[in-house]
């Protein structure tokens, strides 16, 4: 699934060739991946101005004219792909082999826009979504999700006092937790804990102060740098305009089971936390 930075590189993208176009034509051939009555989308999409391209945790934001939201999450195996009217395509999410041939059997949405270009919605899996809400509820809507750890009032205080609702679940799992920070996923969490050095087993309880301070720190600095780098690529994942991420290349424990630590040169950990794999160096993280 697309963590914070992906989502977040397919944003910006995104935004360059969206906003200020208008929706004039939209198809849905599984109405099941639509969380809102097919009719509003025909009534508050179709006609409406694309005003701003924007994010929330793992979650795109269209802001319409029409005075509602379209949210898209991707989930798993979403992709965008965005075909312009002389058949330039950009693709962001879960790369599909022949994405240049769109539609194809994956394509469940399409927004055609003023330009004369197309939006499709692929996934192969069919986990993602899109729902339509007015502007007014969207605060509501999103209010379950913690703070976003990139903006400016991501404070070290907040931050404490939701992670200390979990004080009882290891702090890999409290990360994992949409409700104490926004975003996070396996990926990062595994990177945030090395860089902090944290061991992921470790109880929220069991943290000083100067361990969460660290955390804290490192979250901010861990997608910062991902964010610079397009993302992380292995296999699940291409910016919106069909490249991979590079922080795969940077990682330092995720995924580097049985590697050397590049930073003591011990051998990187496997274990399974919350039902998610979970690496880690014993040496440099305590």
């Known amino acids: 699934m697309p963590e914070?930075?992906?989502?977040?590189?397919?944003?910006?993208d995104l935004a360059r060739v969206l906003i200020g176009q208008k929706v004039v034509d939209f198809k849905a051939d599984k109405p099941r991946l639509l969380r809102s009555p097919l009719k509003l989308y025909k009534i508050k999409?179709?006609?409406?101005?694309?005003?701003?391209?924007?994010?929330?945790?793992?979650?795109?934001?269209?802001?319409?004219?029409?005075?509602?939201?379209?949210?898209?999450?991707?989930?798993?195996?979403?992709?965008?792909v965005w075909r312009s009217q002389v058949g330039k395509v950009r693709s962001g999410g879960h790369p599909i082999q022949g994405v240049d041939q769109v539609p194809n059997k994956f394509t469940y949405i399409t927004l055609k826009l003023s330009s004369g270009g197309k939006l499709f919605f692929n996934d192969v899996r069919q986990f993602g979504y899109w729902q339509l809400i007015p502007k007014r509820d969207l605060l509501r809507q999103l209010q379950h999700y913690g703070p976003e750890p990139l903006a400016r009032n991501f404070s070290l205080n907040?931050?404490?006092?939701?992670?200390?609702?979990?004080?009882?679940?290891?702090?890999?799992?409290?990360?994992?937790?949409?409700t104490v920070v926004a975003g996070l996923g396996n990926i990062y969490v595994d990177e945030t804990l090395f860089a902090a050095r944290v061991r992921p087993i470790r109880k929220v309880s069991s943290l000083k102060?100067?361990?969460?301070?660290?955390?804290?720190?490192?979250?901010?600095?861990?997608?910062?740098?991902?964010?610079?780098?397009r993302g992380t690529s292995f296999n699940t994942y291409v910016d919106a305009k069909g490249r991979s991420g590079s922080y795969w290349?940077?990682?330092?424990?995720?995924?580097?089971?049985?590697?050397?630590?590049?930073?003591?040169?011990?051998?990187?950990?496997?274990?399974?936390?919350?039902?998610?794999?979970?690496?880690?160096?014993?040496?440099?993280?305590?």
Request: one cysteine or more; aromatic letters at 4%.
């Open 249 to 286: 290349r940077v990682r330092y424990v995720y995924g580097r089971p049985g590697q050397k630590c590049l930073k003591c040169g011990q051998v990187i950990k496997r274990t399974i936390i919350a039902g998610r794999g979970t690496h880690y160096c014993a040496s440099c993280q305590k």
């Open 45 to 80: 999409l179709v006609g409406a101005t694309i005003l701003s391209v924007k994010r929330r945790a793992k979650l795109l934001l269209f802001e319409l004219s029409s005075d509602y939201v379209l949210i898209i999450h991707l989930k798993m195996t979403g992709q965008l």
């Open 209 to 229: 102060n100067k361990e969460t301070m660290a955390i804290h720190q490192a979250i901010i600095k861990i997608l910062k740098k991902a964010v610079a780098a």
């Open 4 to 12: 914070l930075p992906e989502v977040e590189t397919i944003r910006r």
């Open 158 to 178: 907040e931050f404490s006092r939701r992670l200390g609702r979990h004080a009882n679940t290891t702090i890999k799992s409290a990360l994992l937790n949409q």
